[in-house]
């Protein structure tokens, strides 16, 4: 009885390791133009994009609303891509994305929210300006480091 309880204990141990050193790297190559290829099925591609377009779209508003002054609109719409936005992604994604990419994509959602509280606690736009340019510089930053690749 010892040693089968020897045995699941080797074996799950075995199982969790493996499950935190996929989470940590992912499912990950080296493209050909030397970005990382995350490697990943069409469906969870296709999840990314929209995830990308959505903050696109809210940076366009952040920048249109800075523009005319309405804090109050950046505060809405960088909030609604800050936190408040994840937590749907799915499981097996995530297992797929190596841990510094979820590291920038995650801190870009708490970074909206750090723009937020800029538009709120100063109602400067040149200090939303500045906090703008930080969130796209981690939006080139992911995308001159990353790619994503139909292969499953």
């Known amino acids: 009885m010892k040693k089968l309880s020897y045995l699941l204990n080797v074996v799950l141990l075995g199982v969790v390791g493996f499950g935190v050193f996929k989470f940590v790297t992912g499912n990950i190559e080296i493209?050909?133009?030397?970005?990382?290829?995350?490697?990943?099925?069409?469906?969870?591609?296709?999840?990314?994009?929209?995830?990308?377009?959505?903050?696109?779209?809210?940076?366009?508003?952040?920048?249109?609303?800075?523009?005319?002054g309405d804090m109050e609109a950046v505060i809405e719409i960088a909030t609604e891509r800050g936190v408040a936005a994840t937590g749907n992604e799915p499981p097996a994604l995530m297992t797929k994305i190596p841990l510094e990419m979820k590291q920038l994509g995650f801190g870009t959602h708490d970074y909206f929210d750090t723009v937020a509280g800029i538009a709120r606690d100063t109602g400067d736009a040149t200090q939303v300006t500045a906090a703008?340019?930080?969130?796209?510089?981690?939006?080139?930053?992911?995308?001159?480091?990353?790619?994503?690749?139909?292969g499953e």
């Open 132 to 150: 703008m340019g930080v969130l796209l510089a981690r939006c080139t930053s992911c995308h001159a480091s990353y790619r994503f690749d139909v």
């Open 31 to 68: 493209a050909d133009d030397g970005r990382t290829s995350i490697v990943i099925t069409a469906d969870e591609k296709e999840f990314l994009m929209a995830d990308m377009r959505l903050f696109l779209e809210a940076v366009e508003g952040i920048i249109t609303a800075t523009g005319e």
